[in-house]
């Protein structure tokens, strides 16, 4: 159970939000108003998941600590496809090669009654596990919707995306983030990769479109948040503080 107060220049409200183990099911609550929300939340972690997932499933059976819940809840997703109305699909998964990420595609097919993730390239299949990491990473988004949990009414928490990604393939994932979010999928994102910041200020900038940014600085023995929108500017952060001193060190010693 979440609860805070939410002040603005009229008034302060009480809010409390409510998630049970069940992710499908979060309530909000305000004053006398309880609304049960139909969406799903997803939480990708910063390890790929698809050629580790049998390790994640023992783990939990042999009762070691070695991945929390977060990792469990994905390897649930892709071992029990849901069925979901096609209204709820999005749109951009129609088209198989508009985020071509790695020349490839990555499929989920049946496995002694189970689920396994291959690369398909040029009509072959490669076991998951000898692909590069980054393609195992970026490939869990196709996975999780073919599976039926990336949809309009997800709410998709991303850990650190820049993990094993090259640069390029970095910047198409943002282009594929801010497509979703058009189509009403709410999306967080933690990063501390100039390449996810710049990139997320271009397309917000090309496309007038509203991307929120929450700084975190720390201020001697204090956590200072700054908030802006990435459609009007890029504020301070240390991000891109240490972008602008690497690229004067190169200067200097050019």
Same mark, same amino acid.
């Given at each position: 159970?979440?609860?805070?107060?939410?002040?603005?220049?009229?008034?302060?409200?009480? +809010? !409390? %939000?409510?998630?049970? @183990?069940?992710?499908?099911?979060?309530?909000?609550? =305000?004053?006398? $108003?309880?609304?049960?929300? /139909?969406?799903?939340?997803?939480?990708?972690?910063?390890?790929?998941?698809?050629?580790?997932?049998?390790?994640?499933?023992?783990?939990?059976?042999?009762?070691?600590?070695?991945?929390?819940?977060?990792?469990?809840?994905?390897?649930?997703?892709?071992?029990?496809?849901?069925?979901?109305?096609?209204?709820?699909?999005?749109?951009?998964?129609?088209?198989?090669?508009?985020?071509?990420?790695?020349?490839?595609? +990555? !499929? %989920?097919?049946?496995? @002694?009654?189970?689920?396994?993730?291959?690369?398909? =390239?040029?009509? $072959?299949?490669?076991?998951? /596990?000898?692909?590069?990491?980054?393609?195992?990473?970026?490939?869990?988004?196709?996975?999780?919707?073919?599976?039926?949990?990336?949809?309009?009414?997800?709410?998709?928490?991303?850990?650190?995306?820049?993990?094993?990604?090259?640069?390029?393939?970095?910047?198409?994932?943002?282009?594929?983030?801010?497509?979703?979010?058009?189509?009403?999928?709410?999306?967080?994102?933690?990063?501390?990769?100039?390449?996810? +910041?710049?990139?997320?200020?271009?397309?917000?900038?090309?496309?007038?479109?509203?991307?929120?940014?929450?700084?975190?600085?720390?201020?001697?023995?204090?956590?200072?948040?700054?908030?802006?929108?990435?459609?009007?500017?890029?504020?301070?952060?240390?991000?891109?503080?240490?972008?602008?001193?690497?690229?004067?060190?190169?200067?200097?010693?050019?």
């Amino acid at each position: 159970i979440i609860q805070c107060h939410i002040q603005n220049d009229q008034k302060k409200e009480e +809010v !409390r %939000l409510e998630i049970s @183990n069940d992710t499908h099911k979060t309530t909000l609550w =305000k004053k006398d $108003i309880t609304i049960l929300y /139909d969406f799903n939340a997803v939480f990708i972690p910063p390890k790929e998941i698809l050629s580790i997932k049998n390790i994640i499933k023992y783990s939990q059976t042999a009762k070691i600590k070695d991945f929390d819940d977060t990792y469990l809840d994905i390897v649930s997703y892709i071992e029990n496809p849901r069925e979901i109305d096609d209204n709820e699909r999005l749109i951009l998964f129609r088209d198989h090669h508009k985020y071509d990420f790695y020349n490839g595609l +990555v !499929r %989920l097919i049946d496995n @002694n009654g189970g689920k396994r993730a291959v690369f398909i =390239k040029n009509n $072959i299949n490669y076991e998951i /596990d000898i692909v590069a990491e980054g393609i195992r990473k970026l490939g869990i988004f196709p996975v999780l919707e073919k599976a039926g949990y990336l949809t309009k009414k997800t709410i998709l928490f991303v850990d650190e995306p820049e993990n094993s990604v090259h640069p390029r393939a970095l910047r198409e994932l943002m282009r594929f983030f801010v497509d979703v979010s058009k189509e009403g999928v709410q999306i967080f994102i933690a990063s501390h990769n100039q390449f996810v +910041v710049q990139q997320l200020r271009n397309l917000a900038k090309k496309h007038k479109y509203s991307i929120h940014c929450y700084s975190l600085l720390k201020e001697k023995e204090k956590i200072k948040c700054v908030q802006f929108d990435l459609k009007d500017k890029m504020a301070e952060n240390p991000i891109l503080d240490e972008a602008i001193s690497m690229f004067d060190e190169s200067i200097e010693h050019a």
